[in-house]
Antibody
Framework: EVQLVESGGGLVQPGGSLRLSCAAS????????MHWVRQATGKGLEWVSA???????YYPGSVKGRFTISRENAKNSLYLQMNSLRAGDTAVYYC????????????WGQGTMVTVSS | SYVLTQPPSVSVAPGQTARITCGGN??????VHWYQQKPGQAPVLVVY???DRPSGIPERFSGSNSGNTATLTISRVEAGDEADYYC????????FGTGTKVTVL
């Protein structure tokens, strides 16, 4: 079964750091671009970061310089290092697989909650 | 930055047709994808590249895209279709629509 399972969420103080992980199974992880997408409670979806098969990375302006996406193909794992966290970063964070032929996300994890609060 | 605008809500009776619009500047020139999200669950891709369906998605879900509006159509609506729906495109980044809550009356 194709699956993504996130972990690492929790409560962190403003200015703090957190590292999220996403374990992939059921597909050739190294062959796919992978992404993080977040959703604040009661709000819409927001793309957070992307990493290509060659390790190239992309971020929107809202997290650039604070978040770092990485991958470890030997462990079928995706990571998101989040630094200088703000209250506005509070959300459920999903990892997602991008369809190889288009810009859609066909597989999503169940999400992990990140709460930034003092 | 590119903006995708959706109506906040759409209500439809069972068995009828629901149409959810996604407005964006010249969106017809882009590939539009649609996701269904039920409460407490992750999004599910229901239509990609304007009108293609992933395996396992019922034919009741269809899409179109032209000009400044893309549309997701749900035919013969069922109670289980009640969910939030998001459109998405690529435009110098991955952009999601504002979301539409579909209520089955």
């Amino acid at each position: 079964e194709v699956q993504l399972v996130e972990s690492g969420g929790g409560l962190v103080q403003p200015g703090g750091s957190l590292r999220l992980s996403c374990a992939a199974s059921g597909f050739t992880f190294s062959s796919y671009d992978m992404h993080w997408v977040r959703q604040a409670t009661g709000k819409g979806l927001e793309w957070v970061s992307a990493i290509g098969t060659a390790g190239d990375t992309y971020y929107p302006g809202s997290v650039k310089g604070r978040f770092t996406i990485s991958r470890e193909n030997a462990k079928n794992s995706l990571y998101l290092q989040m630094n200088s966290l703000r209250a506005g970063d509070t959300a459920v964070y999903y990892c997602a697989r991008r369809v190889s032929t288009t810009s859609a996300f066909d597989i999503w994890g169940q999400g992990t909650m990140v709460t930034v609060s003092s | 930055s590119y903006v995708l605008t959706q109506p906040p809500s759409v209500s439809v009776a069972p068995g009828q047709t629901a149409r959810i619009t996604c407005g964006g500047n010249n969106i017809g020139s882009k590939s539009v994808h649609w996701y269904q999200q039920k409460p407490g669950q992750a999004p599910v891709l229901v239509v990609y590249d304007d009108s293609d369906r992933p395996s396992g998605i019922p034919e009741r879900f269809s899409g179109s895209n032209s000009g400044n509006t893309a549309t997701l159509t749900i035919s013969r609506v069922e109670a289980g279709d009640e969910a939030d729906y998001y459109c998405q495109v690529w435009d110098s980044g991955y952009v999601f629509g504002t979301g539409t809550k579909v209520t089955v009356l």
